[in-house]
């Protein structure tokens, strides 16, 4: 890496929802880079966290807690990560918990459809291709997809099949990222919009977005995200000052899923400072 700067990676993804590594994996992957901390970020589940914090305190260094929550947010998708609340009867839990039923629901009626479409993946293989039902999700389908050569690869099944506006789309309950930022205040927790530019916002509209999101309780935005260019890493942290948020990052490792991706690494050239965790951990209630 370019710096002697301790590093972190506060967005990560194990085979608990949508990665392809076991979650004992991230924090072995994350001191290889030299991450003083990993953050573990499954979607809508923190079933990963006593292996990878196990193992990460074997290895000595820290495994942050966390999720990834899919929002609904003007009409389109934005996803939230919040971080330090793991224990279960918190408001958040008790919502993961609700999402995760929800996503059970939606991948049975994803069964149904690609029948229709005389697609060959059942159920059955969708939850054998996850680590169970409620971590099974749409990339799981897209490898059942890609084994019985109804696509190419995992990014042309979600083009040609499941991406939105495709013939096997199915939207899932959305939560907004306002109730999101809430329950997690009320678990001890802090909330950061993830890859900003992903809301396909022009600027002055993303920094009134921002502006919303700040006024709700985030406590920061993901400016050093792997795939942005450094000067959007820049565009971005300049944003969360301009609001006062966190300037987070990380690599949104998800194994063989999306390739070319390292932990703490992200593409080779991503830095996120170690004291971005110091500063979201001021921020909690």
Same mark, same amino acid.
């Given at each position: ?17 949508d *990665? ?13 880079? *030299? ?20 193992r990460?305190?074997? %290895? ?10 899919s929002?609904?947010?003007?009409g ?10 793991d224990? !279960?009867?918190?408001?958040l839990?008790?919502? /993961?918990? =609700?999402? =995760? ?6 991948? =049975?009626? %994803?069964?149904? =459809?690609?029948a229709?479409?005389?697609? !060959?993946?059942?159920?059955d ?11 099974? +999700? ?51 927790? @802090? ?9 396909g ?5 993303? &920094? ?8 709700s +309780?985030?406590a ?25 948020? @966190?300037?987070?990052?990380?690599? &949104?490792?998800?194994?063989?899923v999306?390739?070319? /991706? ?5 593409? +080779? ?5 170690d ?11």
């Open positions: 890496m370019g710096s002697d700067r301790p590093v972190i990676d506060l967005h990560t993804h194990s085979a608990c929802s *990665g392809t590594d076991p979650p004992e994996r991230i924090p072995e992957l994350a001191a290889a880079a *030299g991450c003083s901390a990993v953050a573990l970020t499954d979607h809508d589940t923190f079933a990963g966290l006593p292996a990878a914090t196990t990460a305190a074997m %290895l000595g260094i820290r495994l942050v807690p966390g999720c990834e929550v929002c609904r947010y003007r389109a998708s934005a996803h939230v990560l919040v971080y330090f609340a224990e !279960p009867g918190t408001p839990a008790e919502e /993961l918990a =609700r999402l =995760r039923d929800d996503r059970i629901s939606r991948n =049975r009626r %994803l069964a149904a =459809r690609l229709e479409l005389g697609l !060959p993946a059942t159920y293989e969708i939850v054998a291709e996850a680590a169970g039902e409620e971590s099974a +999700g749409r990339p799981h389908v897209a490898a059942v997809l890609v084994r019985h050569g109804a696509a190419e690869s995992i990014p042309d099944a979600f083009d040609r099949w499941l991406g939105e506006g495709r013939p096997a789309y199915l939207p899932k309950s959305r939560v907004t990222p306002e109730e999101i930022a809430n329950v997690a205040r009320a678990s001890g927790a @802090v909330a950061v919009l993830a890859h900003p530019f992903a809301l916002l022009e600027p002055r509209e993303l &920094d009134t977005a921002v502006a919303e999101l700040a006024a +309780g985030f920061g935005i993901e400016a050093h995200y792997a795939r942005y260019s450094p000067e959007e890493r820049a565009e971005l942290a300049a944003l969360a000052t301009r609001h006062d948020l @966190v300037a987070t990052g990380g690599s &949104d490792y998800h194994g063989s999306k390739s070319g /991706l390292e932990v703490g690494r992200g593409e +080779g050239d991503l830095e996120v400072p004291d971005a965790l110091a500063a979201l951990e001021a921020r909690r209630q």
